[in-house]
């Protein structure tokens, strides 16, 4: 999520710095009003159905969807006005600065989808962004909780058995996953597999979700690494915690 806030930021800030270099280029007057009651009439409807549903869909949907139809709302009305305005007050250049806005909300737009949407392997993660070598793990500790439960039952195991590392690691990579965007979501049962000297120490693995790099992905398909390590026939020693 941070990466694409930070992504969004980047690109409504250049939409106002070309917004501004055009206007000194061009020597065009500063954004002026909605040019007739009318438009304002819109205006004002627009602003607050998007606040409502926007308000409503952070409720009660999840935060992808809030996100989509609330910048999908933006581009139709950055297009709405530049059109407005370049038929009715097209020799004022005011046009051309709801249409860059468009062009950068769209430019979000599509890249939440393609970064939601794309379904890539946990191995290609591991491995584009360098994340930790299971080949060097020679300890894996593993620690089993309810997360937004009891934790008085949280059971954990050290793992040396370089054959059952190399097998959890194999089976953890055949995962298919996509990049979520949620924040609060609820992970219930949780394997926490923790590794020492490595450039990350810990992957967190739920029946539906998997936090690895402190990024979380929801699984697509089947989870083969929650089933092993459910159905895992080692001797679990009850937490200190």
Same mark, same amino acid.
């Given at each position: 999520?941070?990466?694409?806030? $930070?992504?969004?930021?980047?690109?409504?800030?250049?939409?106002?710095?070309?917004?501004?270099?055009?206007? *000194?280029?061009?020597?065009?007057? +500063? /954004?002026? *009003?909605?040019?007739?009651?009318?438009?304002?009439?819109?205006?004002?409807?627009?602003?607050?159905l998007l606040i409502l549903v926007v308000t409503l869909l952070f409720i009660y949907s999840t935060l992808q969807l809030t996100l989509l139809i609330a910048i999908g709302a933006s581009i139709f009305y950055t297009g709405y006005q530049s059109l407005v305005e370049y038929k009715y007050a097209q020799e004022e250049k005011q046009y051309i600065f709801?249409?860059?806005?468009?062009?950068?909300?769209?430019?979000?737009?599509?890249?939440?989808?393609?970064?939601? *949407?794309?379904? $890539?392997?946990?191995?290609?993660?591991?491995?584009?962004?360098? @994340?930790?070598?299971?080949?060097?793990?020679? *300890? @894996?500790?593993?620690?089993?909780?309810?997360?937004?439960?009891?934790?008085?039952?949280?059971?954990?195991?050290?793992?040396?058995?370089?054959? @059952?590392?190399?097998?959890?690691?194999?089976?953890?990579?055949?995962? /298919?996953?996509?990049?979520?965007?949620?924040?609060?979501?609820?992970?219930? +049962?949780?394997?926490?597999?923790?590794?020492?000297?490595?450039?990350?120490?810990?992957?967190?693995?739920?029946?539906?979700?998997?936090?690895?790099?402190?990024?979380?992905?929801?699984?697509?398909? /089947?989870?083969?690494?929650?089933?092993? @390590?459910?159905?895992?026939?080692?001797?679990?020693?009850?937490?200190?915690?």
């Amino acid at each position: 999520m941070s990466g694409i806030s $930070i992504f969004s930021t980047f690109i409504l800030l250049g939409t106002q710095l070309a917004n501004y270099l055009i206007r *000194q280029h061009y020597n065009i007057e +500063e /954004e002026k *009003q909605p040019i007739d009651h009318k438009q304002k009439i819109i205006k004002r409807i627009f602003l607050f159905l998007l606040i409502l549903v926007v308000t409503l869909l952070f409720i009660y949907s999840t935060l992808q969807l809030t996100l989509l139809i609330a910048i999908g709302a933006s581009i139709f009305y950055t297009g709405y006005q530049s059109l407005v305005e370049y038929k009715y007050a097209q020799e004022e250049k005011q046009y051309i600065f709801h249409f860059v806005r468009m062009i950068g909300f769209a430019i979000i737009f599509i890249s939440i989808l393609f970064i939601t *949407q794309r379904i $890539i392997s946990i191995e290609e993660v591991v491995q584009d962004e360098e @994340l930790f070598d299971p080949g060097t793990v020679e *300890q @894996l500790e593993i620690e089993n909780y309810m997360r937004n439960g009891d934790r008085s039952n949280e059971r954990m195991i050290t793992i040396e058995d370089s054959n @059952l590392i190399n097998r959890l690691f194999n089976t953890l990579f055949t995962l /298919e996953v996509r990049e979520s965007l949620e924040v609060n979501v609820d992970w219930e +049962e949780i394997y926490s597999l923790n590794m020492q000297d490595q450039p990350i120490y810990y992957i967190d693995v739920s029946e539906k979700l998997i936090n690895i790099g402190y990024t979380t992905y929801e699984i697509v398909g /089947e989870n083969p690494i929650y089933e092993l @390590l459910e159905e895992m026939e080692v001797d679990w020693e009850e937490s200190a915690y």
